[in-house]
């Protein structure tokens, strides 16, 4: 099973907008969800308390199911793969797969669809298909599990299982995991709330791999994490050319709310845009944080918010390039938080509210090169960006 996604018989791969000084003035999109005055503490409550109550899956926030996503210019399926060069899906059959049935838990498997798998009727709190155990790995084949009624998780993965070249829609979250596993080659939209939920049990150490994947147009975030607030817990989050964008009026590309976990948190080779609130938003006390090679524009708060704890700042290395350009309210902002740019570092922040800012508690250290162009009254003070990338705006 290769870990690259094939789209019309060609290995595929995850092509960000090229970075500045030309960045081209990106689309005008309609928004796939309608929510009111929301601001992200709400999201960060909710996505908080919606985990609290344990089990698989999210439940009770039926409200999503009724929205109609049908009527945007992506309407029914879009499979446009991690290449981002779009893929037209047919409607599938209103029945389930004929070898992978609806509800079904595999434990210790390998298997594979071989068409797309219809499953409406799957209701808050149940799975589409759930998979147990690192030997348990699905391989969609570029086939679409489709959940249309917007409840419910389209894939749970469970104790360290694979889903591989899937795409998932229409859930309430499209791809939901409990202790580690990992999710590759997927595309995963128009889901109610998250696209990819990671969470962990109470002391439990786990892993979680994601990568060349598409996550976009769901409905209040892309990818998140909720810790379970117990300090023995351990997890590690590695993810690698992805694509979060577009998500939600008030949620973020990114989420992790590590709460008292020790987490450790390494995405390269990314992009977070055009979200409704942060590109990447951490939150947490003992964690170590680093980025590599990532572009964050175009949402509606910070390209990178950060955010330690009373008794512990949260740390971050930027061991290569990170450029947050045309973010609403700042590139980077920092509460917490010691962040240090190594020698092949660069933190390139420009044409923000506030370029680089501190709300308090905050370092900046290292010998890479940061440049900030606005130099507010409360911006870490640092070189000055000799151009601002010009996008026409």
Known sequence: MSSQAKVDGSTAQLDMEDPPPS?????????????????????????????IGGGIGIAGYSTFASRDIQQQNAVAIIREGPDNQGKAGKTPPPVCG???????????????????????????????????????????????????????????????????????????????????????????????????????EASSTSKMKISNTYVHDNGIGGISFVGSGESSSETSIEIANVKSNHNGESGSGMVFYGGNVKLQVKVKDSETSNNGADGIFIQAAASDVELDGIISRYNQFAGVALSGSVDMNLNMKVKGDVNL??????????????????????????????????????????????????FPPDSITCDPCPTCPSDGA
């Open 23 to 51: 960045l081209p003035t990106p689309p005008k999109r309609q928004k796939a969800s309608s929510f009111s005055n929301t601001n992200i503490s709400k999201i960060l409550v909710f996505a908080l308390c919606i985990f």
């Open 98 to 200: 004929s070898t992978v049935q609806c509800g079904q838990t595999f434990t210790g498997e390998e298997l594979e669809l071989t068409e797309d798998l219809y499953c409406p009727q799957t209701t808050s709190g149940d799975c589409a298909i759930t998979l147990e155990g690192e030997d348990a790995v699905l391989d969609c084949n570029q086939f679409m599990i489709d959940g249309d009624s917007r409840t419910g998780n389209g894939i749970c993965i469970l104790n360290g299982a694979s889903a591989i070249n899937c795409y998932v829609q229409k859930f309430l979250v499209g791809i939901y995991v409990e202790n580690g596993g990992e999710v590759k080659d997927c595309e995963v939209m128009f889901n109610a709330a998250f696209g990819i939920t990671v969470t962990n």
């Open 325 to 374: 350009y045309k973010n609403g309210e700042a590139g980077i902002l920092v509460f917490r938080a010691d962040v240090v740019v190594e020698r092949r570092g660069a933190l390139n922040s420009c044409g923000n509210g506030i370029d680089i800012g501190s709300n308090g508690g905050a370092t900046f250290s290292g010998n890479g090169y940061t440049c900030d162009s606005t």
